[in-house]
């Protein structure tokens, strides 16, 4: 089992204040020669190009997400020497064995919205080096979503839930 790390709350901020502020945590100052992974990295355009900004000095960065097409795009578009785009899932080990405990860094950005915690939070502990830690940041609240489950639980809208909503949304939606 894994223990749950201290958790922080950061206000929505701008991309370059939250890596700045990162940046004056212990451990997280210039992870010089780590080997560090971004956990749904998209198309690489924000956070996977935006850590490597902030953090030139890592040895390698893993980029992983589950949707290939991402993958493909990120490879042909944002990529870095450092960078390595694969294609994988943070909530099925059996895509993550390669990189068990040698992560000693993992970042994840507005992706574990979309994720099973329980089986995510587990594979992130899997990754990580004994004493890596991980910085995971969320929406816990918005307007955008308040206003989205609104419609979707409306009937008429209901049938598309299935596409447009989250897994996790989905499996939490009242009958109707
Ligand atoms: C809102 S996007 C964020 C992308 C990027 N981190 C950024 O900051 O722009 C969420 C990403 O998480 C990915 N994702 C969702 N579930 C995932 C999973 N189980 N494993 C890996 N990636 C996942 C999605 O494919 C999507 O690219």
Request: charged share 25%.
């Amino acid at each position: 089992m894994y223990r749950l790390p201290k958790l922080i709350g950061f206000p929505h901020r701008r991309p370059d204040d939250y890596y700045k502020e990162l940046q004056e945590r212990p451990g997280w100052k210039d992870l010089d020669g780590e080997v560090a992974m971004d956990v749904g990295c998209g198309s690489g355009r924000n956070s996977t190009i935006n850590i490597l900004k902030y953090y030139p000095k890592v040895e390698k960065l893993i980029a992983i997400d589950n949707y290939t097409p991402s993958i493909y795009f990120a490879t042909s578009t944002n990529t870095q020497p450092k960078i390595e785009y694969r294609s994988a899932d943070i909530e099925d080990r059996s895509t993550l064995v390669e990189w068990e405990g040698k992560i000693s860094k993992i970042f994840s950005t507005n992706c574990f919205t979309h994720v099973d915690p329980e089986n995510a939070f587990g594979n992130v502990h899997y990754l990580l080096k004994p004493g890596g830690e991980a910085i995971i940041t969320f929406v816990s609240k918005s307007q955008y979503y308040d206003i989205f489950l609104d419609v979707i639980l409306r009937k008429e809208f209901r049938q598309y839930s299935a596409v447009y909503a989250y897994p996790l949304w989905s499996t939490n939606l009242p009958k109707c």
